[in-house]
Every structure is written in C-alpha cells, then in structure tokens.
C-alpha cells in the first residue's frame, strides 16, 4: 500500500497501445457508431459459491447480473471494451488522443485503478518511472488527493452497476451465453458489429435465456455440474476462452 504517491502523466501513449480498454454502456454505442470494434469479456460465478471471491462480494455482486445456468443460477460479469490489439485507433502519429475530450472514462481515470480491492501499484503500470517522480500528490494512503479523479472512479463503479442489466440483454440476444468461471478465466466475443450496435440501440429485454460456463478442468467442472450449473469443455468456435 502506497502512503503517498505522486504523478505526472509524461504522453507516451503506452496505455494506449495494446489495452482493451473498458466502455460504459453509451461509451460502447458510441465506439461501434464511429466503427470501432468492441470486445465482449464474460465471467461467471455463483453467490457465496464457485468463482465468488468473498472479500469482494459487495462489489461484485453490485457489478453483476444473475442467468439462468443449468437447473441453478449463476451471476455474470460483462465487459464492453474497445478492441485495441495494437495502437488505438484514436492514437495520432504524434501519440495524441484525437477523441480527448470526449476519450472513455477509463481513460481519464489510468493510471488509478477501478476496483476498490486492487491497490495501486506503479509497478504493474505501463507509465515509465519519470511519471512517478512528477506532478501533484495522487494518493495520500488509499485516498485520492484530486476529488475530480475520485468523482470519475465513483461514476465507473456506478456505470458498471447500471448497464449489467442491459450488457447481458445484449449478449443473450447475440447469443453470447458462455461465460468462463471468475478466477478461472473468461470468454472473449468480437460481435459483429452491425448487429452489436442494433442491439445496443434497441436494448433488448432479457429472455431469460439459459447460460453454459467453460471449463476445462474435469474436477472443477464435476463440482460445478454438482451445483446444478452447466457446463462446457468443447473447444470454442465463436468465442475465445482465456484460462488462468
Ligand atoms: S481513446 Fe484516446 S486516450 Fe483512450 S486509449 Fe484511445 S487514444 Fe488513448
Ligand atoms: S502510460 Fe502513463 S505516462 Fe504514459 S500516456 Fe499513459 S498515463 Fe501517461
């Protein structure tokens, strides 16, 4: 835990490069309106159960949906990113942000983390060192100094909590029903993005539709299957699965 930090953005563009970098949902509408693509990252676990980290359980039950999953119930956890393999598309050649003042709120908040149960930690940032020798304080303990970074935390926490419904809505109509088991890893969907974007400007009802989660362990599948959740370890065809 960091007593005090200090920090000083230097423009090197390095979080702009090779991040998917997390949309809200008018964020994401928006992305796919300007024909961007939009990465779909999907966990699953069971409250007070499989996948549940409990030292985590108000936040992630906040920030996620409960499906239908085999003769159970699971909850998912949905992402909506912007698709950045390499440079993002928004990076001009002298690494600035062309879309600044209307750039995501995830990328006003970097290098802070969102998850109030991740520390900060430089280390694990792609900014290079001179940025921590420089600029104003940021943390003072595990307070932010600014109370304008700390208002836009408080509105990503708030967003997540506010468009899971609607995101696993939009998944279920595009038939993004598999989910990987929190901890264990995630599935990953590029959706067509003409249909991403006509779901997302309908907003869809949620059908009810049942959800599969992919595991590849046998043994973590037999406890899973013994929960009544239903399971997959067929190799994916239109979905990736990002083991742990
Ligand atoms: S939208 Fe702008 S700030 Fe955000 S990753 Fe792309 S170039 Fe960087
Ligand atoms: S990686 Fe850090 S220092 Fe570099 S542009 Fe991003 S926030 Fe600024």
């Known amino acids: 835990m960091n007593d005090s930090l200090?920090?000083?953005?230097?423009?090197?563009?390095?979080?702009?490069t090779g991040h998917h970098v997390p949309l809200t949902l008018a964020e994401a509408r928006r992305w796919a309106d300007a024909n961007g693509q939009v990465v779909v990252l999907i966990e699953a676990f069971v409250t007070d159960g499989p996948g549940m980290p409990l030292e985590q359980r108000e936040h992630v039950l906040r920030r996620s949906h409960a499906v239908r999953c085999g003769a159970s119930?699971?909850?998912?956890?949905?992402?909506?990113?912007?698709?950045?393999?390499?440079?993002?598309?928004?990076?001009?050649?002298?690494d600035l942000c062309t879309i600044y003042d209307e750039r995501p709120l995830v990328c006003r908040i970097y290098p802070v983390e969102i998850n109030p149960h991740i520390p900060l930690r430089p280390e694990n940032k792609d900014c290079?060192?001179?940025?921590?020798?420089?600029?104003?304080?940021?943390?003072?303990?595990?307070?932010?100094?600014?109370?304008?970074?700390?208002?836009?935390?408080?509105?990503?926490?708030q967003a997540d909590r506010d468009d899971i419904a609607a995101k696993v809505a939009v998944c279920q109509a595009l038939g993004m029903t598999t989910s990987a088991l929190k901890g264990n890893g995630?599935?990953?969907?590029?959706?067509?993005?003409?249909?991403?974007?006509?779901?997302?400007?309908?907003?869809?009802?949620?059908?009810?539709?049942?959800?599969?989660?992919?595991?590849?362990?046998?043994?973590?599948?037999?406890?899973?299957?013994?929960?009544?959740?239903?399971?997959?370890?067929?190799?994916?065809?239109?979905?990736?699965f990002i083991g742990f």
């Open 73 to 94: 119930e699971a909850r998912v956890s949905v992402t909506f990113a912007a698709f950045n393999p390499g440079r993002c598309r928004n990076l001009d050649d002298n």
């Open 128 to 157: 290079p060192p001179e940025a921590w020798q420089q600029g104003p304080a940021l943390i003072h303990g595990t307070q932010l100094v600014d109370a304008e970074l700390e208002a836009l935390v408080q509105a990503s926490r």
């Open 186 to 240: 995630f599935t990953a969907y590029l959706p067509e993005m003409a249909a991403f974007a006509a779901a997302l400007a309908q907003l869809p009802e949620d059908d009810g539709a049942q959800w599969t989660l992919h595991v590849q362990d046998d043994a973590l599948a037999a406890s899973l299957l013994a929960h009544g959740l239903r399971t997959t370890s067929e190799p994916p065809v239109y979905y990736a």
């Open 6 to 16: 200090r920090f000083g953005c230097t423009g090197c563009g390095k979080c702009c």
